[in-house]
């Protein structure tokens, strides 16, 4: 009696000990995976090609693409200039990437913090809180954004913190709670605005609690309060610098700013799956759903979710209507990248895992009664997912990657001073706008080269913009790349980043990783 006594107050000093330590810890063993094998510059891994986008929006102090991100970018621009100073010559890129490590282990370390408050035995939370946090952490689709130049591990964090102000986050006065929720909200929607999918979840939690806070003005009145910070962000699109190459916000006009707001440019792929491709995507959805933790991992998860149905009601639904939305939107969003959007999904799949464990641990222990089978359990998780890391690694690390760079390096070594670079595709777009206007190692070998993109001549704001920084291109004011082309063939070096119209393909020569203009 006295053995036990003993253990379970060492187990509850061990707690009290460790509270704040284990979210840290977490994050820092995170935070060194993430940095080992993040790419070791510029990237187009993982579907990071809009890294340099978003950097060289940054380092202009222009805006990236829609849905322009203001949270992100001014974030980023902090932690550029950060890393400056403790990190000076260091590879600017590289420094992105870190940012997408930094906010992705920050979300481990918070998974920690909300699975031992959602767990219902306090004194033994810390390692199913552990076994979340290392199941999360080595997720492909988190870890695969967590080492590029990419808005979505930081759109991962702010999800996970709206799910601790609903679940988790006890203030004295019920209706202070809005203040919270609207403060997270708000910059969500500044940073990804499909933080959306996640508020019916949240209008439920809340329609259900005993202290029933909607029905409270204060609440909505405190939640109004804490939107407006977040949203008052998207203001700066009409302070970004005049004269920023990277601005797709344009003369910063009302039109402009909710042209790109709204994401008007990318709204054509919003439930535009045609419907032979539905089953196609839905497998897509399903495998992307098992690869997270393998298929003994997901039946794992869904007996955490069985769980929550039996003991947890309320976690269930809340489960279901946070589940649902995403994936929905995931699978009719018609891009090849849109498995992302599945980030705070497979969070909560994470969620799950320790509570299905300690379910297949009763069912056990029903069966073959011995105490621990739940801790052996856990631990054996624990380790398991450390040796899955360990076979992950030589695949997911990108610290050799180099295609993005290759490309860079060779358009800088065959560019010539004066030149027209016409390009297209996002990739080799936004490469050279980071080579420009980020790294600036273009303009510096090849001073007065020209970008311009063939894809987004279609939009005014480009138009007026390639008038605005290349004043004296010819051709530029009829806003034709064609009439560009034909201008400027014979007077100025001219080249593709890919075979596109205006040039044919018999016009053009590959130069490394370019095409000269030869007709």
Avoid at 37 to 53: E, F, K, R, S, V
Avoid at 359 to 375: D, F
Wanted: net charge neutral; with cysteine.
């Amino acid at each position: 009696m006295t053995v036990r006594h003993n253990s379970r107050e060492i187990q509850r000093r061990l707690v009290s000990y460790t509270g704040p330590a284990a979210p840290l810890l977490a994050a820092g063993l995170a935070f060194l995976l993430y940095g080992y094998t993040a790419a070791p510059g510029l990237t187009w891994a993982n579907y990071g090609a809009d890294g340099g986008d978003l950097l060289a929006a940054a380092l202009t102090n222009g805006t990236p693409h829609p849905t322009g991100y203001p949270l992100y970018t001014l974030l980023l621009q902090g932690w550029l200039a950060l890393l400056n100073i403790c990190l000076p010559g260091s590879d600017l890129a590289w420094r992105g990437n870190l940012f997408s490590a930094l906010a992705a282990s920050l979300s481990v370390g918070l998974t920690v913090h909300v699975v031992r408050h959602l767990w219902p035995r306090r004194e033994t939370s810390l390692l199913p809180a552990l076994v979340a946090a290392a199941a999360w952490m080595t997720a492909p689709l988190l870890w695969g954004q967590a080492i590029i130049t990419e808005v979505y591990a930081l759109h991962g964090l702010l999800c996970i913190g709206f799910f601790w102000a609903t679940v988790v986050y006890r203030p004295r006065q019920p209706e202070t709670r809005g203040l919270l929720l609207g403060a997270l909200l708000g910059l969500g929607a500044a940073h990804h605005v499909t933080i959306g999918l996640l508020v019916p979840g949240v209008l439920y939690w809340l329609w259900r609690a005993e202290e029933q806070p909607m029905r409270r003005p204060r609440f909505w009145l405190l939640l109004a309060a804490g939107l407006l910070p977040g949203l008052l962000l998207y203001s700066r699109f009409t302070l970004t610098a005049p004269g920023a190459p990277v601005n797709w916000a344009g003369d910063g006009s009302a039109q402009d700013i909710w042209w790109l707001v709204s994401g008007a440019a990318y709204r054509r792929y919003l439930f535009a799956l045609p419907p032979g491709e539905v089953l196609t995507k839905t497998a897509r959805w399903a495998l992307t759903i098992t690869s997270q933790f393998t298929p003994f991992g997901l039946a794992l998860c869904l007996a955490g979710l069985y769980r929550w149905d039996r003991v947890a009601g309320r976690l269930r639904s809340l489960s279901l209507l946070w589940v649902l939305p995403v994936s929905l939107y995931a699978i009719s969003y018609h891009t090849a990248d849109s498995e992302v959007y599945l980030l705070p999904v497979v969070w909560l799949m994470a969620v799950w895992l320790p509570f299905g464990v300690e379910e297949v641990a009763e069912w056990i222990t029903a069966r073959r009664p011995q105490a621990g089978w739940a801790r052996m359990a856990l631990g054996a998780s624990l380790v398991g997912l450390i040796l899955l890391t360990g076979l992950r690694l030589p695949a997911f690390s990108l610290a050799e990657d180099g295609t993005a760079r290759q490309f860079v390096a060779e358009a800088v070594r065959v560019a010539e001073p004066g030149s027209i670079i016409f390009s297209s595709a996002d990739a080799e777009t936004f490469a050279l706008w980071y080579a420009a206007w980020g790294s600036g190692e273009l303009l510096e070998a090849a001073p007065g080269t020209a970008l311009v993109n063939v894809a987004l001549l279609q939009f005014g704001w480009y138009r007026a913009l390639l008038h605005r920084i290349y004043p004296n291109l010819a051709g530029v004011e009829t806003g034709e790349a064609g009439a560009i082309l034909q201008a400027n063939a014979g007077q100025r070096p001219i080249f593709f980043s890919e075979i596109v119209p205006p040039a044919q393909a018999d016009q053009l020569q590959p130069v490394g990783s370019l095409w000269r203009y030869s007709p």
